[in-house]
């Protein structure tokens, strides 16, 4: 089956300007993840969708970070205005279904710099 | 409330053991274990639960000290594909995030 899908896979922009990133998760998987990982450090959730409604954004940055996902499939993350410490890799995963017993799943990342 | 790993790195030769251990300071209901290599997306490894249920792939195995709250993961025998960073994600019973931990950087060498 086809893995999660991410773009761009590379992005390099300036401080104060807006970016977005695409994920199409594994076909049939409800839950979807958006994680951020800073160089030598542990993927932080940022936001967990099941079908198309919100479970977790408690670490989401609300004042410039934004995501959706439209009709419980695919997945927009969005930063407007970037910082320089938005600079890291977004990690989209996914599951089916959301719970413990179940691995996530992930896709080979956005890699973004911030200068 | 980070869980926190334990080696941060090591070295091995190829054929020769490890164990890398994961600690939380929260009362637990799962732990993820995953692999990274560089520049790649994570991969998993398996998943502990509470009450003694284990789901996995490849030839590791893995521990759950729930009194303890924490975990290990063995590496037995190891090979080359082993290197790279580990990291455990641990669950609590309260939520449904998954917060990963530090770390734990392998290498393994001929």
């Known amino acids: 089956e086809a893995g999660v899908a991410q773009s761009p896979r590379y992005k390099i922009i300036e401080k104060r300007q807006s970016v977005a990133f695409w994920c199409n998760p594994i076909s049939g998987h409800a839950t979807l993840y958006w994680y951020q990982q800073i160089l030598g450090q542990g993927p932080k959730l940022l936001i967990q969708f099941q079908n198309n409604g919100v479970v977790d954004d408690s670490q989401l940055p609300k004042d410039r970070f934004s995501a959706e996902r439209l009709k419980g499939v695919d997945s927009t993350l969005k930063i407007q205005p970037a910082k320089l410490e938005d600079s890291a890799v977004y990690l989209c995963?996914?599951?089916?279904?959301?719970?413990?017993?179940?691995?996530?799943?992930f896709g080979p990342g956005t890699r973004l710099t911030v200068t | 409330q980070q869980p926190v790993q334990s080696p941060q790195a090591v070295i091995l030769r190829e054929g020769e053991d490890a164990v890398i251990n994961c600690s939380s300071s929260?009362?637990?209901?799962?732990v993820h274990w995953y692999r990274q290599k560089h520049g790649e997306a994570p991969v998993f490894l398996m998943i502990?639960?509470?009450?003694?249920e284990q789901k996995g792939h490849e030839k590791i195995s893995a521990s759950f000290n729930e009194k303890k709250q924490q975990s290990s993961l063995y590496l037995t025998a190891s090979q080359l594909s082993y290197s790279g960073t580990y990291f455990c994600g641990t669950r609590g019973g309260g939520g449904n995030k998954l917060t990963f931990g530090t770390g734990t950087q392998l290498k393994v060498e001929l």
């Open positions: 995963a996914s599951s089916s279904p959301s719970g413990d017993s179940y691995e996530q799943y």
């Open positions: 929260k009362a637990l209901y799962s």
């Open positions: 502990l639960l509470k009450g003694g």
